[in-house]
């Protein structure tokens, strides 16, 4: 099965190989984690390593957001779209749905027009505004996604997460239900520090790491580091050593 | 300072108008201030971005080139009610500055992509960044509306 490599250092070893070919691929995180960081990442490597233009829909922040956020990685966005390889799409939920379920729609028109095979859209937390009713809105997102992958797209779809640190909230299920892969991006305390770990929870029909891996949004980006060695309850946002553990279930009883 | 400097406005008399200008009180004035504009420029602010709010949509359309949204969620872009920015957004389309699309039953608006047009636009936003300028459109703006 073809992979599409999102050129992070560590990611890709992790998701063995890449996300799969037109599949639509989940990142959760709080604010500040770097999902979007991470969705640039994708779209830009794909454009300069991979010979992969891109697109990205945003539903929040201005395009020229993105150019000055992208610059100061070191990624000229403004440049890419002069070379028809990027186009920076500032929509909303509504239209970017009208749009790609019609023919011949705008959004649709310049995916043609630059041979787009990556999206991010940023991020799919908007949504949740346009029905109350889960049931509708599953729809619209199941809908939503497949109009991306009938484009041919890979899609890197960020989501937020109300809980910075603490107990791991249950996943949204009618994006879990709809997505292909599940990256989770929480902050963790570890002795008073807060770091960042990543977890991959799940790769539809694809073996991947289970373990959960530290990273840091560098000058480069996001670059994916070692695994959390000697402690646990990583996710829970207050991990702890595994000697400590240890006692707590066997000596103290 | 220059003739056409707005900060020179203690030499208008508007008393003793220019011979040349034709134009008595505060058209002189307007005409010195417009003198030294790049006249294709000036000519874009008379008859394409000729009010404020279609200033904010332009250099909204300009510096987000690809945005392609409802006339609600571009009202909340530049921080406006839709119902105010309705006729300027219209005017914009009816000037070629701006194009319409259906996406569904949604109308929604988007940055032409005439190159000519988004020449036009480059050169108005560029001239925009100059604080004399500025004013002296301001002053324009102003003008228009009374």
Redesign the interface.
């Given at each position: 099965m073809e992979r599409i490599k999102t050129g992070i250092p560590g990611l890709d070893d992790m998701l063995n190989g890449g996300f799969l070919s037109q599949s639509a691929n989940l990142v959760e995180g709080a604010p500040g984690t770097g999902k979007t960081t991470l969705g640039m990442q994708f779209i830009y490597n794909g454009i300069t390593q991979f010979n992969q233009p891109g697109l990205i829909l945003t539903f929040e922040e201005?395009?020229?957001q993105y150019y000055g956020d992208a610059a100061n990685f070191g990624w000229d966005f403004r440049a890419l779209?002069k070379a028809d390889k990027l186009?920076?799409?500032?929509?909303?939920p509504?239209?970017s749905?009208?749009?790609l379920?019609?023919v011949d729609?705008?959004?649709q028109a310049?995916i043609k027009e630059i041979g787009a095979q990556r999206i991010l859209v940023d991020s799919l937390s908007h949504f949740d505004r346009l029905s109350d009713d889960p049931v509708p809105r599953r729809g619209m997102l199941y809908g939503f996604i497949n109009s991306l992958k009938r484009e041919g797209l890979t899609s890197l779809l960020t989501r937020e997460s109300s809980a910075l640190i603490g107990e791991l909230e249950s996943p949204e299920e009618d994006v879990a239900f709809v997505a292909d892969s599940y990256v989770m991006l929480r902050y963790v305390e570890i002795e008073s520090a807060v770091r960042k770990a990543l977890l991959v929870l799940k790769l539809r029909g694809s073996d991947h790491a289970k373990d959960i891996r530290q990273y840091e949004i560098t000058r480069n980006g996001i670059e994916v580091q070692a695994k959390f060695e000697g402690r646990e309850g990583i996710m829970s946002g207050s991990p702890r050593r595994m000697a400590d553990s240890f006692v707590e279930a066997f000596v103290r009883r | 300072m220059s003739d056409s400097d707005p900060n020179n406005l203690s030499k208008w008399n508007p008393a003793n108008p220019r011979k040349h200008s034709g134009l008595p009180g505060t058209g002189d004035l307007s005409r010195r201030l417009m003198d030294d504009m790049d006249p294709e420029v000036l000519e874009f602010l008379k008859t394409t971005v000729n009010s404020f709010i279609k200033w904010d949509l332009v250099i909204f359309f300009f510096e987000n080139p690809h945005t392609t949204d409802t006339i609600d969620n571009i009202a909340r872009y530049i921080g406006r009610d839709a119902a105010v920015i309705k006729s300027d957004l219209e005017d914009l389309v009816r000037s070629g500055v701006l194009e319409l699309h259906s996406a569904g039953n949604l109308t929604v608006y988007s940055l032409t992509k005439d190159t000519q047009v988004r020449e036009k636009i480059k050169h108005f936003v560029s001239a925009s960044d100059d604080r004399q300028f500025r004013v002296k459109a301001i002053y324009h703006l102003i003008r228009g509306t009374r």
């Amino acid at each position: 099965m073809e992979r599409i490599k999102t050129g992070i250092p560590g990611l890709d070893d992790m998701l063995n190989g890449g996300f799969l070919s037109q599949s639509a691929n989940l990142v959760e995180g709080a604010p500040g984690t770097g999902k979007t960081t991470l969705g640039m990442q994708f779209i830009y490597n794909g454009i300069t390593q991979f010979n992969q233009p891109g697109l990205i829909l945003t539903f929040e922040e201005f395009a020229q957001q993105y150019y000055g956020d992208a610059a100061n990685f070191g990624w000229d966005f403004r440049a890419l779209e002069k070379a028809d390889k990027l186009r920076v799409i500032m929509t909303s939920p509504e239209v970017s749905y009208s749009d790609l379920g019609g023919v011949d729609g705008r959004i649709q028109a310049m995916i043609k027009e630059i041979g787009a095979q990556r999206i991010l859209v940023d991020s799919l937390s908007h949504f949740d505004r346009l029905s109350d009713d889960p049931v509708p809105r599953r729809g619209m997102l199941y809908g939503f996604i497949n109009s991306l992958k009938r484009e041919g797209l890979t899609s890197l779809l960020t989501r937020e997460s109300s809980a910075l640190i603490g107990e791991l909230e249950s996943p949204e299920e009618d994006v879990a239900f709809v997505a292909d892969s599940y990256v989770m991006l929480r902050y963790v305390e570890i002795e008073s520090a807060v770091r960042k770990a990543l977890l991959v929870l799940k790769l539809r029909g694809s073996d991947h790491a289970k373990d959960i891996r530290q990273y840091e949004i560098t000058r480069n980006g996001i670059e994916v580091q070692a695994k959390f060695e000697g402690r646990e309850g990583i996710m829970s946002g207050s991990p702890r050593r595994m000697a400590d553990s240890f006692v707590e279930a066997f000596v103290r009883r | 300072m220059s003739d056409s400097d707005p900060n020179n406005l203690s030499k208008w008399n508007p008393a003793n108008p220019r011979k040349h200008s034709g134009l008595p009180g505060t058209g002189d004035l307007s005409r010195r201030l417009m003198d030294d504009m790049d006249p294709e420029v000036l000519e874009f602010l008379k008859t394409t971005v000729n009010s404020f709010i279609k200033w904010d949509l332009v250099i909204f359309f300009f510096e987000n080139p690809h945005t392609t949204d409802t006339i609600d969620n571009i009202a909340r872009y530049i921080g406006r009610d839709a119902a105010v920015i309705k006729s300027d957004l219209e005017d914009l389309v009816r000037s070629g500055v701006l194009e319409l699309h259906s996406a569904g039953n949604l109308t929604v608006y988007s940055l032409t992509k005439d190159t000519q047009v988004r020449e036009k636009i480059k050169h108005f936003v560029s001239a925009s960044d100059d604080r004399q300028f500025r004013v002296k459109a301001i002053y324009h703006l102003i003008r228009g509306t009374r």
